[in-house]
């Protein structure tokens, strides 16, 4: 049968609000964690990461939130901009023999103006 | 330091022919995993080569396939191309599997 498309969610923030992302990883094993923003007809583009020892990483304007008892993970995109609309996608990186990262579905993020 | 690139960025095929995909990591990174992104399926992990050897791989088909260079660019192959291989092929590179992964650009495969 025809396959249906992946329904993202979406998320719709007015431009100058804070933005969060969030995350629900599948391995509780999982020590290193992406986030990743893609935009339209554009390759995956590193964010921010955050290893297991942490359970908060600050970059410019962005904050990833890790939440090891429940497993997830959460992106804080602070005054977003229109430039922020885009895919953004969680990866965790998995070891079982060898390491494979495993992504998430992605959120779309659309800003208003 | 220059980003992973990926050659060529589109491409037009029919059923039944094969393709290559050719994919040049950022310097010193020897891990380069391969990924294919459709609307149906989100991003699926096709396999990772590390120092010219498959070191991990997804569950693809046999016609799917993959080496890497002693210089790490890698390349991959897709034989018997059907309607359902048209996605974005997207190559990622980091300096070991547990590091920061960076994408390329993607190569957009169309198959008719």
């Known amino acids: 049968g025809e396959s249906v498309g992946l329904h993202l969610p979406t998320l719709s923030v007015q431009e100058g609000d804070n933005s969060i992302i969030n995350c629900a990883y599948s391995n509780s094993a999982s020590d290193y964690f992406i986030w990743y923003k893609q935009e339209s007809g554009k390759g995956p583009q590193f964010i921010i990461d955050?290893?297991?020892?942490?359970d908060k990483r600050q970059g410019q304007r962005v904050t990833v939130l890790l939440n090891k008892t429940v497993k997830h993970l959460s992106l804080q995109i602070a005054a977003t901009q229109p430039g922020d609309s885009a895919v953004y996608f969680c990866a965790e990186n998995n070891y079982s023999g060898t390491y494979k990262y495993i992504f998430g579905t992605g959120t779309r993020l659309k800003v208003l103006a | 330091k220059a980003g992973v690139t990926q050659t060529p960025r589109y491409l037009i095929k029919t059923r039944g022919q094969q393709v290559t995909l050719s994919c040049s990591p950022i310097s010193g990174h020897r891990s380069v995993s391969w990924y294919q992104q459709t609307p149906g399926q989100g991003l699926q992990f096709l396999f990772e080569y590390f120092s010219e050897t498959q070191r991990n791989k997804g569950n693809f088909p046999g016609r799917f396939s993959g080496r890497q260079f002693s210089n790490s660019r890698s390349e991959m192959n897709v034989s018997t191309l059907e309607l359902g291989d048209s996605a974005l092929y997207l190559c990622a590179s980091s300096l070991a599997g547990d590091y920061e992964q960076y994408f390329g650009p993607g190569t957009r495969l169309t198959v008719t």
């Open positions: 955050i290893r297991s020892n942490m």
